[in-house]
């Protein structure tokens, strides 16, 4: 059990720059989440994997945010054309199949956006 | 759409006191009741979690106490350590989805 990697740990962008962020969940996990995370709010769920799929999108989601779990491995985030208001803790956080809602959390990406 | 509110937003209290964090649900389908702890840097990890079929459960010094009428939950430590300042977040899952809704934090110091 090597926990939950998020790469990078930090990224500073221009605004209207696209960012990627990827996530490798612990490996016989099959449920993989995003959230947000802003200074002195909790995290705020954006999206859902069972495997490959993807069962849940937040409404409150940015079309320009897009994530993908490709054969059900590692998960990547995109956000297009970055905006000030996305600067945030981007976490990722995995979890066991059934019978288990407890989540395991990544160190997460600290993004701000200039 | 907050739907799990959480107090107090911070909390000091004096080496070997005990520290109570409150939290508040709306929605009644939730079954699953986790408090997770968050130093700086670092993501949330699960401390200790309850279902709504108990009123209390304990775990060395940490108790959650749940009231499942008032939909209401606290999280108590007993002899709290500087080693436990951290920020605490309640959180709520179930009702057939498949999110978990977190409360806003409530920071906590624990003076030596």
């Known amino acids: 059990d090597t926990g939950v990697s998020q790469d990078p740990r930090h990224k500073i962008t221009k605004r209207g720059q696209n960012v990627t962020f990827r996530c490798d969940p612990i490996?016989?996990?099959?449920?993989l989440y995003w959230y947000r995370q802003t200074l002195g709010q909790g995290p705020e769920f954006l999206t859902y994997?069972?495997?490959?799929?993807?069962?849940?999108k937040s409404r409150l989601l940015s079309d320009r945010f897009s994530a993908e779990r490709p054969k059900g491995s590692f998960s990547t985030l995109e956000i297009q054309r970055t905006e000030q208001g996305d600067s945030a803790m981007y976490l990722c956080?995995?979890?066991?199949?059934?019978?288990?809602?407890?989540?395991?959390f990544g160190s997460g990406t600290q993004l701000s956006v200039l | 759409q907050q739907q799990v509110k959480q107090s107090p937003q911070s909390l000091i209290v004096q080496k070997g006191g005990i520290s109570i964090i409150n939290c508040a649900y709306e929605?009644?389908?939730?079954?699953?009741f986790p408090w997770y702890q968050q130093f700086p840097g670092k993501g949330p990890a699960l401390l200790i979690a309850?279902?709504?079929?108990?009123s209390e459960k304990k775990e060395g010094r940490f108790t959650i106490s749940f009231n499942k009428s008032a939909k209401q939950f606290s999280l108590h430590i007993m002899d709290s350590q500087p080693g436990d300042s951290a920020t605490y977040f309640c959180?709520?899952?179930?009702?057939?989805?498949?999110?978990?809704?977190f409360g806003a934090g409530t920071r906590l110091f624990v003076k030596a």
């Open positions: 956080a995995s979890s066991l199949n059934q019978g288990s809602e407890k989540l395991f």
């Open positions: 490996s016989e996990h099959n449920r």
């Open positions: 994997f069972q495997n490959e799929a993807q069962l849940e």
């Open positions: 929605n009644t389908a939730f079954d699953y």
């Open positions: 309850i279902r709504p079929d108990v």
């Open positions: 959180a709520a899952s179930g009702g057939g989805g498949f999110k978990t809704i």
